[in-house]
């Protein structure tokens, strides 16, 4: 999860001081998409039974779109498939995107933490 504000990140980045980091390339993924009208009132079957993991929600026109990581395996129904529509993660220490393309900092062991250039920096001056 995030941390947006300077004093949580401060923390955050102090603890991962020790940690050894890989420096890594985001590519994108395929995305899972549905269409979830607004008057809906619940959640389809295809996003309650999906479990935990990433989502993201886009406003359009009378609806959103829901997008998540297609980590292979079946497509819900009314779902698609959008290629490298999971284009973008955040910075586990100031929420910045890091697009596709770019490099961030993943911890090696234990917990996995993603940090932008600019947090991975940060940590080693606290």
Not at 43 to 71: E, N, S
Request: net charge positive; with cysteine; proline share 9%.
């Amino acid at each position: 999860m995030a941390t947006t504000a300077p004093g949580e990140r401060d923390r955050l980045l102090r603890r991962l001081r020790g940690r050894r980091f890989d420096r890594i390339r985001f590519r994108p993924l395929d995305a899972v998409v549905l269409r979830v009208p607004d008057d809906s009132g619940d959640w389809p079957p295809a996003i309650r039974g999906r479990g935990t993991g990433p989502m993201r929600l886009y406003p359009v026109a009378g609806a959103h779109l829901v997008k998540w990581p297609h980590l292979g395996g079946a497509v819900p129904e009314d779902c698609t498939v959008e290629p490298d529509g999971w284009d973008h993660e955040h910075c586990d220490g100031c929420d910045r995107s890091i697009n596709a393309g770019r490099t961030f900092w993943q911890t090696a062991r234990g917990a996995c933490f993603w940090l932008c250039p600019y947090c991975f920096r940060r940590r080693r001056r606290l």
